[in-house]
T-cell receptor, first 113, second 113 residues
Framework: ETGVTQSPTHLIKTRGQQVTLRCSSQ?????VSWYQQALGQGPQFIFQ???????GRGNFPPRFSGLQFPNYSSELNVNALELDDSALYLC????????????FGQGTRLTVV | KQEVTQIPAALSVPEGENLVLNCSFT??????LQWFRQDPGKGLTSLLL???SQREQTSGRLNASLDKSSGRSTLYIAASQPGDSATYLCAVRDAGNNRKLIWGLGTSLAVNP
């Protein structure tokens, strides 16, 4: 049990819709990262938030956006969903120090039809 | 550009064998390397974290080594059990590149009773 909680666990959306995924980070962790994992692939970095500011972004279009709240929980928003957005979305929390361990939630399985 | 490769892609062994999973990375400028376990359709469980200044870490039947200069890490699993069946992923925290985790594609392990 990592203390990182994601909701919902599964979600089905229609192409063109918008979705919000949520993550509660482990107590004391101030950094949240989001990853997309397609079937059979390794996770791909979407972005990272530290103290409510985005401080790193991967190669994802602007329709992928996020928020971090004062309690360090986070949201991932995806607009104008495409079929290729179907994946497991993983949230990781850690301390800002780069030598600390990242802990992951169980993921949200998003299916776009 | 940092790239992470894991060999083999899949492995099937009888129960009780000792195993070695390999991870290689192209750029030695890393902060740390982390090994994870992923069960089908599930999130990531952190197994071991090795800092760039360390050579190895041990947890129970697991031992991970790191040779940063040659860009290699191995995960050694002693006396494998059917419950070890999962996909094992390694990730490096890149010193450049937004300091994000860069992932391999994983080794899918099946331990047969």
């Amino acid at each position: 049990e990592t203390g990182v909680t994601q909701s919902p666990t599964h979600l089905i959306k229609t192409r063109g819709q918008q979705v919000t995924l949520r993550c509660s980070s482990q107590s004391g962790h101030n950094t949240v990262s989001w990853y997309q994992q397609a079937l059979g692939q390794g996770p791909q970095f979407i972005f990272q938030y530290y103290r409510e500011e985005e401080n790193g972004r991967g190669n994802f279009p602007p329709r992928f956006s996020g928020l971090q709240f004062p309690n360090y929980s986070s949201e991932l928003n995806v607009n104008a969903l495409e079929l290729d957005d179907s994946a497991l979305y993983l949230c990781a929390s850690s301390l800002v120090a780069l030598d600390t361990e990242a802990f992951f939630g169980q993921g949200t399985r998003l299916t776009v039809v | 550009k940092q790239e992470v490769t894991q060999i083999p892609a899949a492995l099937s062994v009888p129960e009780g064998e000792n195993l070695v999973l390999n991870c290689s990375f192209t750029d030695s400028a890393i902060y740390n390397l982390q090994w994870f376990r992923q069960d089908p359709g599930k999130g990531l469980t952190s197994l071991l974290l090795i800092q760039s200044s360390q050579r190895e870490q041990t947890s129970g039947r697991l031992n991970a080594s790191l040779d940063k200069s040659s860009g290699r890490s191995t995960l050694y699993i002693a006396a494998s059990q059917p419950g070890d069946s999962a996909t094992y992923l390694c990730a490096v925290r890149d010193a450049g590149n937004n300091r994000k985790l860069i992932w391999g594609l994983g080794t899918s392990l099946a331990v047969n009773p």
